[in-house]
Each structure stands twice: as structure tokens, then as C-alpha cells.
């Protein structure tokens, strides 16, 4: 509205029909800008603030350092002799970008692959991640959905779930330019099965290839698994050696941020979540759908970010990524 108004010199009536507003919003906020040379609201009158902005400052960072509210409420009763609520501290955090989340479990990664990882990142950072054919398993529960929910406070919405909800375990293998056929199973996975479900999977037949696909990328890919010991089991090396030759990179252990099967399996699960799903025969189907009709673009922006996870876990020497 400003511009359009101090440099364009659009009068208040040509404003609001070119921005589908009425005329007097226009006129108001223009009134404001000249009055105080900012369209912020104006300064309002009520009760005076308990908590200074050099104080709320003080709260803010002490509270990324990871004190809770009754803590901090404490602290700044103690030491300016104003008594504050637990309640004002949480509002005075909520101000800024900060919420009181649960914290994400992350597995600790060992020294060694620490050290891996990082050998593995300087060395694969170069690499044509165009030409590799990710894997990975995931196990996804019959039932599951959004966790969260716009409420009314004291009237929570209310999710009921089973005790041990049924499951469906999942395997795939995408890059950016060919994807696999999903493979579901129920049992727990063993070598054996493993071995079952590379035969089935990594059959040229079975292994959709992309529509600009280069000619010689269905007998060049290279296959990549994680450092699961069923995977690498001496007969299921053997077995994948027939299947792929030396076309196998060595991944690192602990490493499912350096795999973009991560990032479809979570574009799967928000798909599923958004569903109402309500048995196996259902969830098969719709992981079916939403994994065929998956668009080549949603794949290879995953696999584009590979040298970015590698720098990071460069920079890193070799801690986890945030991807």
C-alpha cells in the first residue's frame, strides 16, 4: 500500500480495487504510515509490563539453554524481588519462534562410525548420486494420523488407539531415475527374506524407469543398502554380488540421514496420516497409490541434497546431519 501510494502515486480508490480491499483501510493505513512513519500498531494503553525487554531477553536465552518456566519464574523473582507466574513466562517465550516440544530421540552415534561417517563424506561428496538406487525398510502402523489438531483449550479432540496397533512392514528402493515395486511383509525380517525380496525387486522388470531415463542407466545403477547385519550377511552378499556385480556402495553404519529413503518414507507417512485407512488390505493399496504416482521431481530433490548432507557431515567431522 505504500508503494503504491508514495512511489507509484495511486490514489486511495485505485488502491483498494487493485488489492481487493475497501477504501477505508486504505485511507487508515496511510494515515497511520504519515502520522508515526510505521504501519505498526499504534502504542496501546493497559497494564504495565512486569517483564522489561532486556529481561525478556535474559528469559529467552536462558530457556534455549534448556530451564523450564517454574525455573525461570524462580530466578527472576529471586533476583528483581518481582513475583511472576509460571504462566507470564510461557507467554513471554511464546513471543518469540520458541515452543516447549518434545525432545527428538536420536540414536548416539558410536566413535567409530563417527569416524566413518566422515571418511565416507569426504570421499562420496563428488559423487553422480544421479546414478544410485536407494534402499531402505519401513514399518508403518495401521491407525496412525496427524498428531496434532486446531482445539478448543479444555475440549481436546480425542484419537483412540490400540494397544499394539497392527503393522505393516515396507520395502523400496527409489533414485532419480528409477523406483522399485514396494514390497510388503509381516514378519520380521531375516536374511533369507532379504535375499527373497532383492530377487523379486531388483529385477529389471520389476524397476519402473523414469521417461527421460538415460540409455545406459538400467544396467548401470548402483545399489545402495544400509549396514543392517542381515544385509550383510556372507550369503546375501554373495546373492546381491550375482544380482549387481561390484555395483554396491559400502554405507556407513548409523547413517539414515545420508539415505533419501528417509525423506520419501516421511512423504509417504503424511500421506497415510492424512488418510482414514482402516486395514492392512487398505494401507496396502494406498501406500500402492501414493508410491506409484509419486512424482520423479519429489525423488530427485531428495537425491540433490546428497552432496549438501555430505558437506554437513563434513563440517560436522562426521556427527549427525540435520536432514
Known amino acids: 500500500m505504500i508503494h503504491l501510494s508514495t512511489e507509484m502515486h495511486l490514489g486511495t480508490r485505485a488502491i483498494a480495487k487493485r488489492m481487493d480491499i475497501s477504501r ?17 500498531d499504534r502504542p496501546r494503553s493497559g497494564r504495565k509490563r512486569k517483564i522489561r525487554e532486556e529481561e525478556k531477553k535474559e528469559i529467552v536465552k536462558k530457556a534455549k539453554r534448556g530451564k ?63 546414478k544410485v538406487f536407494f534402499s531402505d525398510e519401513k514399518t508403518f502402523f495401521l491407525g496412525s494420523m496427524k498428531p496434532c489438531a486446531w482445539q478448543v483449550p479444555g475440549k481436546r479432540k480425542k484419537h483412540f ?25 509381516s514378519e520380521n525380517m531375516n536374511a533369507l527374506l532379504y535375499r527373497k525380496i532383492l530377487k523379486t525387486r531388483l529385477d529389471e522388470k520389476r524397476i519402473t524407469f523414469s521417461p527421460d531415463c538415460p540409455a545406459r542407466m538400467p544396467q548401470n545403477w548402483v545399489f545402495l543398502q544400509d549396514n543392517d547385519p542381515k544385509h550383510k550377511a556372507k550369503k546375501t552378499k554373495n546373492f546381491l554380488q550375482e544380482l549387481v556385480g561390484d555395483r554396491i556402495i559400502a554405507h556407513p553404519a ?5 539415505n533419501i ?21 487398505g494401507l496396502k493399496r494406498k501406500l500402492t497409490m501414493e508410491w506409484e504416482t509419486m512424482s520423479w521431481e519429489v525423488i530427485r530433490q531428495s537425491v540433490r541434497s546428497m552432496r549438501a548432507r555430505l558437506v554437513e557431515c563434513e563440517k560436522l567431522q562426521g556427527a549427525r546431519t540435520h536432514y
Open 24 to 40: 477505508q483501510a486504505v485511507i487508515d493505513l496511510l494515515h497511520k504510515y504519515h502520522d508515526l512513519g510505521s504501519v505498526r
Open 68 to 130: 523450564d518456566a517454574p525455573v525461570l519464574a524462580r530466578e527472576f523473582t529471586e533476583k528483581t524481588g518481582i513475583a511472576i507466574s509460571e504462566r507470564t513466562v510461557q507467554r513471554t517465550i511464546r513471543d518469540t519462534e520458541l515452543r516447549y516440544l518434545t525432545k527428538e530421540k536420536v540414536e548416539e552415534l558410536s566413535e567409530a562410525n563417527i569416524a566413518s561417517r566422515l571418511d565416507y563424506a569426504i570421499s562420496m561428496k563428488e559423487y553422480n548420486w544421479k
Open 161 to 185: 488407539v490400540k494397544r499394539h496397533p497392527k503393522k505393516l512392514h515396507v520395502w523400496a528402493a527409489a533414485g532419480a531415475y528409477m523406483k522399485s515395486q514396494l514390497y510388503f511383509f
Open 254 to 258: 548409523q547413517s539414515p540421514d545420508l
Open 261 to 281: 529413503l528417509e525423506d520419501l518414507w516421511s512423504y509417504l507417512d503424511r500421506k497415510i496420516k492424512a488418510s482414514k485407512v482402516k486395514t492392512i488390505n
